[in-house]
């Protein structure tokens, strides 16, 4: 596959991405399958969620990693080159990390079947849903780790409720904000949230280290001194 670099907007281009009106055919332009979408970029440009999500780089990097802290994990991961500004590989990475710290924590988890497991689920979350659904990719990846730590499943009465717990605490978090999209922003409460959710429901305590963000500059949408994480030093 080509390599493009644009780590926001455009991934083929880097020109804006625009919201049309309504969803229409699109054929990629990477992999030229067609999908109906809403997104496409100001030049005609049009990237799948499949083609957007490279995952080779960051699992390599996790499967690999004896990190304890989540916040100095995703730091980590947010810059590697395949990991954009925004998009829909942020769904498998909030829960992809925090599997690796629980497992590097002491929790009881194969990680690369979780991992696996973790990287399917989150592959269908759909880019955009912050906008278009009414909940946050990020509080869904991290409603991912929580169901698989907790062993959840539409049947298990004692495991059900758990992970959309955290769900809702990200959610409430996340929607106290007056703001546009940012993946790195929601990431970050996302993580946060599931340190303490994790201490909470399954005993573990994973680290916590200071979490700004340095890619503001990569954002146009970037609320800058109004984002709790930015940091221009």
């Known amino acids: ?39 496409i970029c ?9 083609c ?10 996790l499967l690999n990693s004896k990190e304890t802290d989540p916040t ?5 991961i947010e ?14 990475i909030v829960p992809c990390v925090l599997l690796t710290v629980y497992k590097n924590s002491g929790g009881h988890i194969n990680l690369l079947s979780a991992i696996e497991t ?12 912050c906008g278009f659904w009414g909940t946050c990719g990020a509080a869904v990846g991290a409603g991912i780790y929580a169901s698989i730590v907790t062993n959840s499943s ?25 703001a546009l999209r940012c993946c790195k922003r929601t990431s970050r409460h996302a993580i946060l949230e599931s340190i303490e959710w994790t201490k909470e429901y399954m005993g573990i305590e994973l680290k916590k280290n200071e979490f700004l963000c340095t ?19």
């Open 118 to 129: 973790a990287l399917q689920r989150g592959k269908q979350v759909p880019g955009g849903i």
């Open 1 to 39: 596959m080509e390599k493009y670099n644009f780590k926001s907007g455009c991934l083929i281009c880097g020109k804006p991405i625009i919201i049309q009106k309504k969803e229409s055919e699109h054929t990629c332009s990477i992999c030229h399958k067609t999908f109906i979408s809403s997104t």
């Open 42 to 50: 100001s030049e005609g440009h049009y990237v799948c969620d499949e």
């Open 72 to 76: 100095v994990l995703f730091s980590q």
């Open 215 to 233: 890619l503001y500059y990569n954002n146009k949408e970037c609320l800058h001194e109004n984002c709790p994480f930015y940091n221009n030093k």
């Open 154 to 178: 539409p049947l298990n009465s004692e495991a059900w409720y758990k992970p959309q717990k955290l769900v809702a605490r990200v959610i409430n978090r996340i929607s106290q904000e007056n």
């Open 52 to 61: 957007h999500t490279n995952t080779h780089e960051f699992v390599e990097l």
């Open 79 to 92: 810059n590697l080159e395949s990991v954009h500004m925004h998009g829909p590989e942020h769904h498998s």
